[in-house]
């Protein structure tokens, strides 16, 4: 279980360095929260009790996010080529919770493994509009077209995922920040863009993303170590159904993690 803070931290600082890389920001964040969290990685990878299907996933996706950082830190990688890097380090991520999450019968971690899953796919949209920001700081004409087509994937998205989660509030916040983007950006062509505001909004929403993705994962938590408990109580806890609930644990806490 003392698996899961780390792989979450550690997926941060993979997706934070390629994300910083893109806006012209520094890495060295990334390089810390990657180095604290290394040893710890290395050690559950060496494990092999758990289900062989799941840590071959979780292999590669550390493979793919060990090869992104350095394309991020390294430099003489283009930012598209980046953003493409990232795109398929998330999508493995993904893919490694799909297929744990699909061990669970339970009503309860399914709920909220949707509601993570859902959040989580509609946050990283936003990867777009940070690219489209990198852009229009290096002064590419290009800008505006990247921030509309990027900004039309989220709304498609956000629609989707907010007729899911049935939060007014949430549904408020969500959809100002994206209107507010969606009006910065038409002075984008004049110069009179105002970048602060429009990086400040990107990174609000940004916000909103990850604590809904908390709250789902500290749920999910608290489910498989009812679960686990009830299980070691019953008798019918071995050590494969308690490994089954420990590799779903770890699979979502992959995803509880901000860029």
């Given amino acids: 279980m003392s698996i899961i803070p780390s792989l979450a931290q550690w997926s941060m600082g993979v997706g934070g360095a390629a994300l910083a890389n ?4 520094p890495t060295d964040n990334a390089a810390a929260i990657i180095s604290e969290n290394e040893a710890t990685i290395d050690a559950f990878l060496a494990d092999s009790d758990l289900d062989p299907k799941v840590m071959a ?3 590669r996706a550390v493979q793919e996010g060990e090869a992104l950082y350095q394309s991020a830190t390294q430099g003489g990688v283009s930012r598209e080529a980046l ?3 990232l795109q398929g380090f998330v999508s493995r991520i993904t893919l490694v919770f799909r297929t744990i999450i699909d061990s669970s019968g339970d009503s309860r971690v399914l709920a909220d493994s949707g509601l993570l899953l859902a959040t989580w796919d509609t946050q990283w949209s936003i990867i777009d509009q940070i690219v489209a920001f990198g852009a229009l700081m290096d002064g590419s004409e290009a800008a505006s077209l990247m921030f509309t087509n990027a900004q039309a994937a989220e709304a ?7 007729e899911n989660v049935n939060d007014p509030e949430l549904a408020t916040n969500l959809n100002g920040l994206m209107d507010q983007r969606r009006a ?11 970048v602060s ?4 909004s990107i990174f609000a929403s940004l916000t909103i993303y990850q604590e809904t993705l908390d709250g789902a994962g500290a ?7 009812d679960l686990a408990s009830t299980a070691k109580r019953n008798a019918w ?7 089954v609930i420990l590799t779903l644990a770890l699979g979502l806490a992959l995803l509880v993690s901000a860029p």
């Fill in 83 to 85: 953003h493409e890097r």
């Fill in 197 to 200: 505001a429009l990086r400040n």
């Fill in 22 to 25: 893109m806006i012209h920001l």
């Fill in 237 to 243: 806890g071995t050590v494969i159904g308690v490994t």
């Fill in 156 to 162: 498609g998205k956000l629609a989707l995922f907010l």
């Fill in 57 to 59: 996933e979780v292999s």
């Fill in 219 to 225: 749920r999910i938590v608290t489910t498989l170590d």
């Fill in 184 to 194: 910065l950006i038409t002075g984008i062509d004049d110069a009179s863009t105002d």
